[in-house]
């Protein structure tokens, strides 16, 4: 099974804030990034702005050929930014300032006016809207009710599984999920915490079109360099 690969360099961008420097430079391992074989880039605006900056946002817009995902909140000084650089496409995903990165999916049920009103905000500028969700068919069912067209399902408990019966037991739930969105109408993407080491499994979900993966290829990168981290994970799911 082949899917496309969504590289996410957020953390290149963790790096140069380390020391409030002017590198390393994002948009740089975007260009990298691409030439390896990435199919789309993917960057999270946060509201603390811990990495990714505005300035990021325009410069990739204007360089990056293939899909720009922005991963955002549904704040609506976010979607104002979201409006104007008008990424290819707009993943809303729930943010807390004092997590180290996302915990969970977005919570469609109990935010479905907010994420409503800032999925008309963002389709009116011509962004496409996913939402990245628990693998839960309740979630499902309220992105579909919002009229989204594509989710990106949160492969975290997966990766995390501290052994193979608890690894099965999430796969069989990524599994099931995936295959009832797609049931749905829904086009279906995946990712979080997927590495070198767990991403063949889920590769093998055919109903998924995309895997978007940063932090593995971001440290693999500093042993081997970006351009080889990006075309050995790419290997792995074509």
Same mark, same amino acid.
């Given at each position: 099974m082949?899917?496309?690969?969504?590289? $996410?360099?957020?953390?290149?961008?963790?790096?140069?804030e380390?020391?409030? =420097?002017?590198e390393p430079?994002?948009?740089? +391992?975007? *260009?990298?990034?691409?030439?390896?074989?990435?199919?789309?880039?993917?960057?999270?605006?946060?509201?603390? %702005?811990?990495?990714?900056?505005?300035?990021?946002?325009y /410069? *990739?817009?204007?360089v990056?050929? @293939?899909?720009?995902? /922005?991963? !955002?909140?549904t704040?609506?000084?976010?979607?104002? #930014?979201?409006?104007? @650089?008008?990424?290819?496409?707009?993943?809303?995903?729930?943010?807390?300032?004092?997590?180290?990165?996302?915990?969970?999916g977005?919570?469609?049920?109990?935010?479905?006016?907010?994420? %409503?009103? +800032?999925?008309? $905000?963002?389709?009116?500028? &011509?962004?496409?809207?996913?939402?990245? #969700?628990?693998?839960?068919?309740?979630?499902?069912?309220?992105s579909?009710? /919002?009229?989204?067209? !594509?989710?990106?399902?949160?492969? &975290?408990?997966?990766? =995390?599984?501290q052994?193979?019966?608890?690894q099965?037991?999430?796969?069989?739930?990524?599994?099931?999920?995936?295959?009832?969105?797609?049931?749905k109408?829904?086009r279906?993407?995946? =990712?979080?915490?997927?590495?070198?080491? $767990?991403?063949?499994?889920?590769?093998?979900?055919?109903?998924?079109?995309? *895997? $978007?993966?940063?932090?593995?290829?971001?440290?693999?990168? +500093?042993? @081997?360099?970006?351009? %080889?981290?990006?075309?050995? !994970?790419? +290997? /792995?799911?074509?």
């Amino acid at each position: 099974m082949f899917s496309k690969l969504g590289v $996410n360099i957020d953390h290149i961008a963790t790096l140069r804030e380390v020391r409030s =420097g002017i590198e390393p430079e994002p948009v740089f +391992a975007a *260009l990298i990034s691409v030439a390896a074989g990435a199919d789309s880039i993917v960057v999270h605006l946060r509201e603390d %702005r811990r990495h990714i900056k505005e300035r990021d946002l325009y /410069l *990739l817009k204007e360089v990056v050929k @293939v899909k720009l995902n /922005l991963e !955002m909140s549904t704040a609506e000084e976010i979607v104002e #930014i979201a409006c104007k @650089v008008k990424p290819d496409q707009a993943t809303l995903v729930p943010e807390k300032r004092q997590e180290i990165t996302t915990e969970g999916g977005l919570d469609v049920i109990s935010n479905f006016k907010k994420i %409503r009103q +800032a999925r008309g $905000n963002l389709e009116k500028h &011509g962004i496409d809207v996913s939402l990245f #969700i628990d693998p839960d068919k309740k979630q499902i069912d309220a992105s579909k009710k /919002l009229g989204i067209k !594509m989710v990106e399902i949160h492969t &975290g408990s997966y990766a =995390g599984a501290q052994n193979k019966r608890e690894q099965d037991k999430h796969f069989k739930e990524l599994e099931t999920a995936t295959q009832y969105a797609k049931s749905k109408g829904l086009r279906v993407f995946a =990712g979080h915490g997927l590495n070198y080491y $767990n991403v063949a499994r889920i590769n093998k979900i055919k109903e998924i079109e995309e *895997l $978007n993966i940063g932090y593995s290829i971001v440290c693999r990168a +500093a042993l @081997v360099g970006l351009d %080889r981290a990006v075309r050995e !994970m790419k +290997a /792995l799911i074509c």
